[in-house]
């Protein structure tokens, strides 16, 4: 390779890494944890769904709504979780004037998720399980937070007014710079991929270490990182990709443009004011289309002008990706007739849209392959927390040098001291909010939301007051040591699932949430005594006398 190629190459990569270095951390440790979601739900609430025959009893959830409201007329969305245990729920205002009073339609901009505000409509969670049901808010967990913290939701409640959510913009381009930093870190050590693929040399000084580190483990999770950088920018700015070709193909249509790409559904139905004439069983309904589809998840169930004679139901499924990797089914029904508008089989009548789709979203979630690919996934993922740590060592022991003017130097460390401090208080400040969600007896959104990010200010501010990075290193693994530890510790106090009643009653989930914490204790205890006894102190050097 030519000088200046190396040199365009070098300089790409060096920039386009240290500027996202942070918060392309922040995304892949959040993103990893994120794997285990719903393992992580059911630790917190203690209340295991693994290996439990679910029965969706979509009645109960119709009847207790009539309870406390006129549901005639109505239109309901239900938006299923993945393992099957609950629904986000979506009620509308009757589109029966007499019950409901119109309201003016708002101008929509963009895809979002409809939450009226009015207050006779509803928006909440509901458990299959316990037939227990919670606003969004109350129903917040920690695998909501973090699967929401992977793509920086929570920027979005930042009053940022740029047109769009901020904290999806910002992940969007991370993720889009990230695939320059991936590319031209390749084609960097593209000589020497095959002479040094295997080299490590964890015993010899830090700095030979933190380079085999970052160039070993970025080419291995090369292929990863890859897949995940596109597949997120498809995932995250997708709104970007797709406003030319609204503009230019649908004349500014985004909803026809959405409804073709298969992310909503159109389905306005007149109300005609007469009453259905029979009573309408929805367990029965999605049960019959669920045998019929055979092995497939029903995903969303929607009703439209309910009871009324223009009823009409709308099922979307998914295939379970062991018996087809892509796919989607979808049927219209109009109940009083029981004629079928539409039907699409989730096996046989898959398009290019279902192909294209279900290849990003199983190559992002990892749901193809069970448990252990969630865990090789994560483990990956946390590869790649490593090659970001050792990426910024490296540029800063680069820049460390007595040439360089002393005002450089400290800008450099100080620099550096707030991305290690920011980045490596992620572990201890995560164990410390599973601990705090655990003990307190109400949780919800307001609670994490504290729980995390002060403690994540205040010990990112404590790390970096030292102003030295060997020092923030034991720090953060002793803290991590200690209070992950100290997770499984809590959750057998409060819920008496200790590790070997969590066996006997097979909830293998909350279990395995236990033993993740276990595993990274154990691993923070070995990564303190290596730095204990090996770890020199990092300093600015001192600038040379003439």
Not at 127 to 144: A, P, R
Not at 215 to 230: D, E
Not at 364 to 371: A, I, N, S, T
Request: hydrophobic share 45%.
């Amino acid at each position: 390779m030519n000088q200046r190629r190396y040199n365009i190459y070098f300089h790409t990569h060096t920039i386009s890494g240290i500027i996202i270095a942070a918060l392309l951390y922040v995304i892949f440790f959040a993103g990893s944890f994120s794997f285990f979601r719903d393992d992580i739900s059911a630790w917190q609430k203690g209340k295991s769904v693994a290996n439990q025959k679910l029965d969706a009893d979509y009645n109960y959830l119709l009847d207790s709504l009539g309870e406390k409201y006129n549901t005639k007329g109505r239109n309901f969305d239900f938006y299923v979780l993945r393992q099957g245990h609950g629904t986000y729920v979506n009620m509308s205002t009757s589109q029966d004037t007499t019950i409901s009073k119109p309201k003016p339609k708002e101008e929509r901009k963009g895809r979002r998720r409809g939450r009226d505000k009015d207050g006779d409509s509803a928006y909440f969670l509901h458990y299959f399980t316990d037939k227990s049901q919670s606003s969004y808010d109350e129903g917040y967990d920690m695998g909501e937070f973090l699967y929401r913290l992977h793509f920086l939701a929570q920027v979005n409640y930042i009053p940022i007014r740029i047109g769009t959510p901020f904290g999806y913009l910002l992940a969007g381009i991370v993720s889009f710079l990230f695939l320059f930093a991936l590319i031209t870190g390749l084609f960097l050590h593209w000589d020497k991929i095959k002479s040094n693929f295997f080299i490590f040399r964890p015993w010899s000084k830090w700095k030979t270490v933190w380079t085999d580190m970052h160039t070993a483990l970025g080419v291995i999770g090369f292929p990863f990182q890859f897949v995940f950088a596109v597949t997120g920018v498809i995932l995250i700015v997708n709104f970007v990709l797709i406003s030319p070709f609204s503009k230019l193909l649908y004349e500014g249509d985004q909803d026809k443009l959405y409804r073709d790409l298969q992310y909503t559904r159109g389905a306005e139905v007149a109300y005609t004011y007469n009453p259905m004439q029979k009573d309408f069983d929805l367990n029965a309904f999605v049960a019959s289309w669920q045998q019929k589809w055979g092995k497939s998840q029903v995903t969303r169930v929607y009703i439209r002008n309910y009871m009324d004679e223009s009823m009409e139901v709308i099922l979307e499924s998914t295939p379970f990706s062991q018996t087809s990797f892509a796919g989607s089914g979808y049927t219209r029904v109009q109940i009083a007739t029981g004629k079928i508008v539409e039907e699409k089989s989730p096996y046989t009548d898959g398009n290019h849209i279902d192909r294209v789709k279900s290849l990003i979203y199983h190559l992002h979630f990892g749901d193809f392959g069970g448990k252990p690919l969630r865990i090789v996934f994560f483990v990956l993922g946390l590869m790649g927390c490593v090659v970001i740590i050792s990426g910024i060592m490296i540029w800063l022991v680069a820049r460390d040098k007595v040439n360089v003017p002393a005002y450089k130097r400290k800008f450099n460390f100080w620099a550096a001291n707030f991305f290690l401090s920011m980045c490596l208080a992620m572990l201890p400040v995560t164990a410390f909010t599973f601990i705090v969600v655990k003990v307190l007896p109400t949780v919800n959104m307001t609670v994490i939301f504290s729980a995390y990010f002060y403690s994540w200010l205040v010990l990112t501010i404590y790390l970096m007051l030292w102003r030295n990075l060997t020092v923030v290193n034991k720090h953060v693994l002793l803290l991590s040591a200690i209070l992950c530890f100290a997770v499984p510790v809590a959750n057998g106090i409060v819920t008496n699932l200790w590790f070997w009643n969590a066996i006997t009653v097979r909830a293998f989930d909350i279990l395995f949430i236990d033993m993740l914490f276990l595993v990274l204790s154990v691993c923070s205890v070995l990564g303190f005594i290596k730095v204990r006894k090996d770890g020199k102190e990092f300093k600015i050097l001192k600038t040379q006398k003439s």
